[in-house]
């Protein structure tokens, strides 16, 4: 403890500390046939760390159930734990916790208890369409913080039972941090004197769907059963518009699903002092949300993003303890009105993850900073190059430049709906979708190197997946062992690939999770790009179920490694006075090619018939000249694509027919003694 927690042990403060509970339960969707399971009670979020001050002497609490009626008759189910003693003239330090989604008032109760008997009036309640709460829910939405307002202002008038009206604090993690700031936000706001706000950026909804993919944890949350949550109509039709896999319910998903749920663009209204905690590992929502508007916030605010066990996140020992100080410094300072150094620490509090892995997770290393964490980096940009390598330098062919190809092979119809119903399991899953990916590596760094931020990516691709194409990049740290472990992710999945006849190229950026992970020294970063995101390290959480969906579209993606197709990793540059780009990765001296061809070979070109780009793969056995030359249908050469020396291996070079005419041609690839020609035809 430190000194003021020593200095006022007599007012029987407590120490509180955010987390989460983690149960398993089996959840039934909306449609009777089938089932999903998956870890229940990860919304949920509870101050698990509920310690009193040695040497006090707890109160006995006594235990209120009662109910509240809103505005639309909707009546809310509480209750509200109170010392039995009486209260101080101005009323007791007042605490509202707000639980998860799919909890119910329950869940918080002995939390309740155990503070109330360290002299606080307690208080919580099951929100709207959850637990014995009347109503549908609207998941977590202006609708629910409008039941908040009403509640605060129901609590405050309490004064005969001891509510201290003028010191009252919210707590609470994923719904029940998302409610309070977003109340104190709307008109009205909320007469509190903190809010506690856990793992629930202000774009948490548009977060469930970013990039054109949804998250596992969102088809999770909107199929509860009714002894859970009940939904209202819209809420209810949500999962219907991901099973169709049909772009115009797509767009009702990607319309409705952020409105009147998302308030960065109200977060400024908030005048209440705010405590802000995210995971960067967090399942549901991405830490980016309040990297990019954490600066909107204009009321006295302390900060923190790392380890924090919501959502999915790692657990850290060291980590906790520092929490414990932080939390109840803002409880000193804000309802108790002692002064602290809670608003005076530098702003942004962070912890990054980094090896020894310990007990199947990261260590953690605490840090903090007086910028912005988005600010505080500068990118480090790594292109996609051929033989698999990252390199600080592009390909530069851009007309004709070299490929990989990503299969989506979806068989039988299979469909979006009989994967979840499998599981993303067994016999049925494995035979209909096929698992495709690329993977990619530096050479090792050459000294310790932070990244704080958010990746992100610039891809060139064209696609026969139609209408959605999905693109998966997973960031690994690769030890010197050769073992690797998880660090974060990019997902994209184009919602509008419709390309007609024949697939078109196209180009994209997006952003990935944000992250702080400090790569060590002799260690390797590889990316492999997939059309299935999933760990090793997550399955504890999700089981055999991935990150995001899959698409169920059959079709193969050309990744064209050009110098637009880069990723921009977030590094932070005051890291051990690390080198600069070119200096930071070890020189590669790698012999090209460690599952070497047989023999030498040339494949069918992909797409054929195409229009007017296509990919021509090939092997090489031992290392010869390699020539690769267009041929019209009378005989002429049009087009030589590959004339140097090539090593032991297997490669794809695209060709670019933009100025020939529609017609039948012929290529030959020539390799010392080794010739062979194929058709293909261009169709414009």
């Known amino acids: 403890m430190n000194a003021i927690t020593s200095q006022f042990s007599k007012k029987q403060l407590i120490v509180l500390l955010s987390g989460l509970l ?37 109160y006995t609490a006594v235990k209120t159930d009662f109910t509240i009626t809103m505005r639309d008759g909707v009546i809310i189910d509480c209750l509200k734990w109170i010392p039995d003693a009486p209260a101080p003239v101005d009323g007791w330090p007042t605490v509202i916790m707000v639980h998860g989604y799919g909890d119910h008032k329950g869940t918080l109760s002995e939390f309740c208890r155990l503070q109330a008997e360290y002299g606080y009036y307690t208080m919580t309640f099951s929100v709207r369409g959850q637990g014995n709460s009347g109503g549908l829910s609207n998941l977590i939405s202006r609708t629910e913080a409008m039941d908040l307002q009403e509640i605060v202002n129901f609590v405050r008038k309490d004064t005969l039972n001891g509510v ?27 007469p509190v004197k903190g809010i506690i706000n856990s793992v629930a950026p202000p774009d948490f909804a548009s977060s469930w769907i970013e990039n054109g993919c949804v998250k596992m944890t969102l088809l999770w949350t909107i199929e509860y059963t009714n002894d859970t949550a009940r939904y209202n109509g819209q809420v209810n039709r949500m999962s219907d518009w991901i099973y169709a896999e049909n772009k115009q319910y797509w767009d009702s998903l990607a319309y409705w699903l952020p409105r009147d749920r998302d308030f960065t663009s109200i977060l400024q209204n908030n005048t209440v002092p705010l405590l802000v905690e995210a995971s960067w590992q967090d399942k549901f929502f991405n830490a980016d949300g309040w990297l990019q508007n954490i600066h909107r916030i204009n009321s006295p605010m302390s900060s923190y993003m790392g380890a924090v066990q919501g959502h999915g996140g790692e657990h850290s020992a060291t980590e906790d303890i520092w929490h414990m100080d932080w939390f109840n410094n803002f409880f000193y300072q804000t309802i108790w009105g002692m002064q602290t150094n809670v608003f005076t620490i ?18 953690f290393a605490h840090d903090s900073a007086s910028a912005l964490l988005k ?54 899953f494995t035979t209909n979708f096929k698992i495709d990916d690329v993977v990619y590596e530096t050479t090792a760094l050459t000294a310790n190197t932070e990244m704080t931020g958010t990746p992100t990516i610039k891809m060139d691709y064209i696609s026969t997946a139609k209408p959605f194409v999905q693109f998966n990049f997973q960031i690994f740290e690769v030890f010197p062992n050769g073992t690797q472990r998880f660090v974060t992710r990019l997902n994209y999945q184009d919602r509008n690939n419709n390309y007609g006849l024949l697939p078109s190229r196209k180009d994209v950026t997006f952003r990935g999770s944000a992250h702080s992970h400090v790569f060590s020294a002799g260690s390797k970063i590889r990316i492999k790009v997939t059309n299935f995101d999933r760990t090793a390290e997550e399955t504890a959480f999700f089981g ?15 990744l064209l490694l050009t110098n637009k197709f880069y990723v921009d990793l977030p590094f932070v540059s005051s890291t051990n006075n690390r080198p600069n780009a070119e200096g930071l990765f070890e020189k590669d001296n790698s012999i090209i090619g460690s599952n070497l061809p047989e023999k030498f070979e040339l494949k069918q070109n ?6 007017p780009n296509t990919v021509i793969s090939y092997s090489i056995a031992k290392s010869e000249n390699v020539s690769i030359k267009i041929y019209d249908i009378l005989g002429k050469e049009v087009q030589t694509l590959v004339n140097e020396v090539k090593n032991p291996g297997s490669y794809n070079v695209m060709f670019n027919a ?23 035809t261009l169709v414009k």
């Not at 089932?35 to 310690?51: D, M, Q, V, Y």
């Not at 010191?167 to 008109?187: C, D, N, Y």
């Not at 390598?389 to 039988?412: E, G, I, Q, Y």
């Not at 992909?606 to 229009?611: G, L």
């Open 544 to 558: 055999t179920n991935p990150f995001v969906l899959p698409s169920m579209k059959k079709g193969t993606s050309i």
């Open 606 to 611: 992909f797409p054929n018939p195409f229009n």
């Open 346 to 363: 530098k702003k942004y509090q962070y912890a990054s993850t980094k090896a020894p892995v310990v007990n199947n997770a990261w260590t």
């Open 22 to 58: 983690f149960l398993f339960v089996t959840v039934y969707t909306t449609n009777a046939q089938y089932r999903l399971s998956k870890p229940g009670g990860i919304n949920s979020w509870t101050p698990n760390h509920l310690t009193g001050i040695a040497g006090d002497n707890p």
């Open 658 to 680: 933009q100025n020939l005419s529609s017609g039948v041609y012929f290529y030959r690839l020539t390799a010392g003694n080794f010739t062979d020609i194929k058709k293909m």
């Open 164 to 190: 201290g009206k003028d010191k009252i604090l919210i707590m609470g993690g994923s719904q029940g941090g998302a409610l309070p700031l977003m109340a104190a936000s709307m008109p009205g706001g909320l």
């Open 375 to 428: 600010n505080i980096s500068a990118p480090t940009r790594l292109y996609f190059n051929d033989n698999r390598k990252l390199k600080t330098t592009p390909n530069n062919n851009w007309l004709l430049p070299d490929v990989d190809l990503l299969s989506n092979d979806v068989r039988n119809n299979y469909t979006i709906q009989q994967a979840v119903n499998d599981e993303f399991k067994g016999t049925n």
